[in-house]
Structure formats: structure tokens, C-alpha cells
């Protein structure tokens, strides 16, 4: 079963809006990274950060963690065409898997 | 720097016929992991190795599918006999250490018809 559920499910703005994504989790885990596929592509990784960080940015990238509430987001500042894609988040979780669990992800249309 | 390469890209083949997905991790990488991603159930964790040895297939669906890895820069995936249920991408993706990103091919598309 999914550990990570994103939402919104799909979500569409205009080049240059922000764009924020959740992802809710069930278990303790060690990180949580997200990933962006393309369409026909394979899942390219964004940003990870661990259980005990709060927020992370990596150029125009944000996420920040809520392990109390066992949530996560992505923000997206100043979208581009180019950032149209479906976001994953997927968990580590805590006892030391291997195994990353993913979300079904979020489909992000920006338009021109 | 080549990537993790997956073969063929697209597969198209009858109902009971066995199909071979290939999978050529990132060197240095001692991980290696086997997804399947479709509409219904997202993306699934099929099997994964470490340093060629399976430690994990307990998301392979059935005795249907199996999996290998003879040395650090190849492995397969193999369905005999396949089934029109079987039709996903096919995902094939490794990792340098514990916890750490994974590298993702782009894929196989199989259909079964």
C-alpha cells in the first residue's frame, strides 16, 4: 500500500504562479525525497531531507517537513513550461529499508 | 556519465509469450531495484538487490515473474507466460548507498496484447 499521498491530484496554473504540492504519510520515517517524471521519462530525483530538518531549497525548489503532522510540500516558485511534469514524494522509513514507498504523485500542468 | 539504461523501450507481445526486460545499473551503484508503474496502482516496488543478491521480492506478483542479477551491471526481469495484466512501464532504478536518491531509467513500456 502507499506510504506517501499526494495532493492535489492535478493541479494547472500560469507560467510564473507558484505551485505547491502535499504529501501525507503514515509511518516514522528517515527522509522523505521528492522526484519529477516526465512524460515518457523516468523518475528524475529533486530533493531529500531528513526527519530532523524543517525546510530545504534547491534553487527555485522549497520543501519544507512536518513530522508531528507526518506531511511534507513541495513549492514551486516562478513555474515554467518546462516544470510541467508529475511530482512523487516517496518515504525512507525508519529501521533502516532500502526500500523508498512512493505517492501516486501530483500532475502539474503549467501553461505558457 | 551514462545513466541507468533500460532495453528494449517498448515491448508488444502475445498473450503466454515470455518477455526479458534488461537493466544496466549506474556503475558503483550496489543497489538495484525493479518497478512497475501503472494508472491504477501508481508506482510498485517489485524485487531489489544489493551487491547482486536479492534481498527483498516480496512485491513480485507471482511465480510468473522473476528476477536476476548475474554481475554488477546487469539484470533482468523476466514474465513467462505473460499476461494482458502484466501491461506497465517497467522501471529499473539504482542507488550508491542506504537511503540515498534513486537513479531511474526511462523504462519499458509493455503491453500485452
Known amino acids: 500500500s502507499q506510504q506517501g499521498e499526494e495532493d492535489p491530484q492535478a493541479l494547472s496554473i500560469q507560467e510564473g504562479e507558484n505551485a505547491t504540492m502535499n504529501c501525507s504519510y503514515k509511518?516514522?520515517?528517515?527522509?522523505l525525497q521528492w522526484y519529477r517524471q516526465n512524460s515518457g521519462r523516468g523518475l528524475v530525483h529533486l530533493i531529500l531531507?531528513?526527519?530532523?530538518?524543517r525546510e530545504k531549497h534547491s534553487g527555485r525548489l522549497r520543501v519544507t517537513l512536518d513530522t508531528s503532522k507526518k506531511s511534507s510540500s513541495l513549492l514551486i516558485t516562478a513555474s515554467r513550461a518546462a516544470d510541467t511534469a508529475s511530482y512523487f514524494c516517496a518515504t525512507g522509513m525508519r529501521g533502516g529499508s532500502e526500500k523508498l514507498v512512493f505517492g501516486k504523485g501530483t500532475k502539474l500542468t503549467v501553461n505558457p | 556519465d551514462a545513466g541507468v539504461i533500460q532495453s528494449p523501450r517498448h515491448e508488444v507481445t502475445e498473450m503466454g509469450q515470455e518477455v526479458t526486460l534488461r537493466c544496466k545499473p549506474i556503475?558503483?551503484?550496489?543497489?538495484l531495484f525493479w518497478y512497475r508503474q501503472t494508472m491504477m496502482r501508481g508506482l510498485e516496488l517489485l524485487i531489489y538487490?544489493?551487491?547482486?543478491?536479492?534481498?527483498?521480492d516480496s512485491g513480485m506478483p507471482e511465480d510468473r515473474f522473476s528476477a536476476k542479477m548475474p554481475n554488477a551491471s546487469f539484470s533482468t526481469l523476466k514474465i513467462q507466460p505473460s499476461e494482458p495484466r502484466d501491461s506497465a512501464v517497467y522501471f529499473c532504478?539504482?542507488?550508491?548507498?542506504?537511503?540515498?536518491?534513486?537513479?531511474f531509467g526511462d523504462g519499458t513500456r509493455l503491453s500485452i496484447l
Open positions: 509511518t516514522s520515517i528517515n527522509n
Open positions: 531531507i531528513r526527519s530532523n530538518e
Open positions: 556503475s558503483g551503484h550496489d543497489y
Open positions: 538487490f544489493n551487491n547482486n543478491v536479492p534481498i527483498d
Open positions: 532504478a539504482s542507488s550508491s548507498l542506504l537511503g540515498q536518491p534513486q537513479h
